[in-house]
């Protein structure tokens, strides 16, 4: 078992001992999505694979809050950013500007990117470093304007 995915099983006991049914909900949505992943693909994940998926969840909250706030359901949006919040638990520090524009620039530098069209090179090179740390959105336009100007 990797050991982001024992961290999240760890969470789920504190929460069932604190009872606290808030986080042992999110928590449960993401063992039980980390078990969907195993079972369909006949794997055991690995921290990457978990980090990603953890990703993931976070960018599904974060979409269903913007919904929800531009329908008028705050209700619903304020579920959904505690549900962030406990995902983000489980997430590493997120980077500054500073740091993701520097591992930018330093791939720039490895790979030789000139232009738009090394942009998928460039991406490729950078997720692995930027998971679950950054918004690959925001990553993707600093990319765009670091390679187009």
Not at 51 to 77: C, P, V, Y
Request: a neutral charge.
């Amino acid at each position: 078992m990797s050991a982001l995915k024992k961290q999240i099983s760890d969470a789920m006991k504190a929460a069932m001992r604190a009872k606290d049914k808030q986080t042992l909900g999110v928590v449960r949505l993401i063992l039980a999505e980390l078990k969907r992943i195993e079972v369909d693909e006949r794997i055991e994940l690995d921290d990457a694979r978990v980090l990603a998926t953890l990703d993931k969840m976070s960018k599904q909250r974060r979409d269903s809050i913007s919904q929800f706030e531009e329908a008028g359901r705050n209700d619903l949006a304020d579920s959904e950013r505690q549900e962030l919040e406990v995902i983000k638990t489980f997430l590493p520090q997120p980077l500054t500007d500073e740091e993701i524009t520097a591992i930018i620039d330093a791939a720039v530098a490895s790979t030789g990117a000139s232009g738009m069209q090394d942009m998928g090179k460039l991406m490729a090179e950078i997720k692995p470093q930027l998971q679950g740390r950054a918004d690959m959105g925001t990553v993707s336009k600093l990319v765009k304007s670091r390679l187009a100007g």
